[in-house]
């Protein structure tokens, strides 16, 4: 299975947006969350898990959604699997490197 992903690089930041490459275009909701995997902020080119966590290693910024790319990132150690949100079907996290 593969993942899409895009970077950006703002003010001396790398932002890695992640996710499982089945979720885009879906819609995702529970109680007052919700979220939206659009192509537009997750990118439209493939990526193999390798080449994720490179970027993932780098980034100082992450987005990830989907259960997969959230449980990519939690075994690399960027991610607290107790602070993981479950908004409907999708798993999410976000890490900050301060």
């Known amino acids: 299975m593969k993942y899409r992903m895009k970077i950006y690089r703002v003010k001396g930041e790398v932002l890695v947006a992640v996710c499982d490459e089945e979720l885009i275009g879906r819609n995702f909701k529970e109680g ?3 979220i939206e995997i659009r192509e ?3 990118g439209e080119k493939s990526y193999e898990e390798s080449e994720v966590k490179k970027m993932l290693r780098q980034a100082t ?19 607290d699997e107790n602070r993981v949100l479950k908004i409907g079907e999708c798993w999410h996290a976000q890490m900050v490197v301060m």
């Open 40 to 42: 537009e902020f997750y």
């Open 61 to 79: 910024i992450a987005n990830i959604s989907g259960e997969r790319a959230v449980k990519l990132a939690i075994s690399m150690g960027i991610v």
């Open 32 to 34: 007052e969350l919700k």
